[in-house]
């Protein structure tokens, strides 16, 4: 069973950028499809990204196109997720989870790591 470790959230301000990350530790990395969610407080959770488990393929929600980028390096069991151009509204805890089912991004996932939190002020 695999498990995940998500780090590098924090305090941004507003228009800045950040880069977070999920280690994952247990069986092969590269079995698992991987995908990043959020929810911020009083919301409920939402899908941002997905990347197949080769990283050949990539799928965003539309929220988050062209300003989320999702990547995965085998080698060394992380999965990243950049954030560009933050804004308050993203403020929220960011979870990187994983699966082994058919590619389906915005599918169920069985495995999740603890959250980041991330916070973007004005």
């Known amino acids: 069973q695999v498990q995940l470790v998500e780090s590098g959230g924090g305090l941004v301000q507003a228009g800045g950028s950040l880069r977070l990350s999920c280690t994952a530790s247990g069986p092969t990395f590269s079995n698992y499809n991987m995908a990043w969610f959020r929810q911020a407080p009083g919301k409920e959770r939402e899908f941002l990204s997905a990347?197949?488990?080769?990283?050949?393929?990539?799928s965003y929600a539309d929220s988050v196109k062209g300003r989320f980028g999702i990547s995965r390096d085998n080698r060394k069991n992380t999965v990243y997720l950049e954030i560009f151009s933050l804004k308050p509204e993203d403020t929220a805890v960011y979870y990187c989870a994983a699966s082994t089912r058919l590619w389906a991004p915005q599918g169920r996932y069985d495995y999740w790591g603890q959250g980041t939190q991330v916070t973007v002020s004005s």
């Open positions: 990347i197949f488990r080769t990283g050949e393929t990539r």
